[in-house]
């Protein structure tokens, strides 16, 4: 009988240590490297969890949907294009990451080809009519989703990498500096981005950089979207604060940014995480800026990979259109 009452209470024990455990899981969140837009997400998104309740910490890595998807990280960041791809193993991954789920956008991203002013590339058209005397970024070798964009603003004009003079660089910073270092004439810019701001300066003398309008016609839109299926065009006025729209308004390229986890993540953890995010917009927004563009009842767009049982659960309850 002594024994017995030992072994219980060594059993009950155990339990008590395991439930201890589970309250106390840290939940990892994959970034990218400092200063991208994917480390502020997480940085801003993690300060948010551990605030209600969830002990989460940031992880620095590249390349990491895959880990996402195999339950190595539990979540991450991504475009909504890439999300696709790397889901479906096309695109620039050669396999497929099935069990990537999302859990909502962030916000969207805005960006476009830029030019410097004096070269007069006003419009797809424009490029379209000089591309053979035209120097491109290209290969963009750890940034290899954004040869995509750029290609899908080139079909937009009825054009492909073949008909430029290609120069390859590196990264997406990379490409917006050789820009400015006058290596390139057409690089891909997110809008008021810090790289692009520099590079403008330098071309002070060319008048800045400008964006490149794309076609926003049903033929324009539907070869852009041949490469970036998630993405839309965004016809934006002209703005004497935002770097490219000075002289005048432009059509460029809008994606939406999301969080993403795995199927395995527990449906309770995703659904408290997914609430903490909606209901602490301004908070995450003192955290990284970019979050004041968030909109609960777009959180949930229509996307190739499907949305997280958790997360489907809270956007139920809070009336947020899945799909749209």
Known sequence: MKHLKYK????????ALAATGAQAQVVTIATGQQGTIAFNSGQAV?????ENGITA???PLVGYLPLISSGEVDFGFSNAVEAGYALTGTGNYD???ANLRLVGVMFPLTTGLMAPCDLGLKTIADVKARAGDLRIASEYTSSTIIPFYISGGLANGGMTYDDFQQVPVSSFVAGME???????????VSLNAGAGKQAAVKLQSRGGLCYVSLDDSEAGAAAFKKFLPAGSLASLKQNENILGLENGPATIM?????????GDVNDD???????SIVENKDALTKSFGLFRLAKAETMA????????PGALRYFKEAGIKVGD
């Open 269 to 275: 953890l995703v659904y408290n995480l997914t609430k």
């Open 95 to 97: 396999r497929a990451s």
């Open 301 to 308: 767009p229509a996307n190739v990979v499907p949305y997280h």
């Open 8 to 15: 219980l209470a060594a059993t009950l024990f155990g339990l």
């Open 57 to 59: 910490r940031t992880q």
């Open 178 to 188: 050789a820009l400015g270092d006058n290596l390139v004439d057409i690089a891909l």
């Open 46 to 50: 993690a300060k948010i969890a551990n």
């Open 254 to 262: 809008r994606i939406p940014w999301m969080m993403l986890t795995n």
